[in-house]
């Protein structure tokens, strides 16, 4: 079957960092965006970052420009999500996705979604 598994989260003190990973399996995403996106309680599901099939392409939400960084290995099936000098407001259920849509920034561009893995930014 075609997974997408989020690992790497858990609990951080403000201005930490964390690295998220996405395994993906059941196939290969080629020419795929895979993105990432996260979601608190009670709001829609928010675009983070993502990074196109080649990594020429990388498309950040104003709220994390600086702070963090993706980057996919394409031969392991895997994308990386780097978070530096976390805050709190960071906190959500992070979320990564593939997308073979015109848009890296929608939702509605993404096919295949993974299960999230919890981020929390104590202060």
């Known amino acids: 079957q075609v997974q997408l598994v989020e690992s790497g989260g858990g609990l951080v003190q403000a201005g930490g960092s964390l690295r998220l990973s996405c395994a993906a399996s059941g196939r290969t995403f080629s020419g795929y965006t895979m993105g990432w996106f996260r979601q608190v309680p009670g709001k829609e599901r928010e675009f983070v970052l993502a990074?196109?099939?080649?990594?020429?392409?990388?498309y950040y939400a104003d709220s994390v420009k600086g702070r963090f960084a993706i980057s996919r290995d394409n031969a392991k099936n895997t994308v990386y999500l780097q978070m530096n000098s976390l805050k709190p407001e960071d906190t959500a259920v992070y979320y990564c996705a593939a997308s073979s849509g015109a848009s890296a920034y929608y939702r509605s561009s993404y096919e295949y979604w993974g299960q999230g893995t919890q981020v929390t930014v104590s202060s």
């Open positions: 990074i196109s099939w080649s990594g020429g392409g990388r």
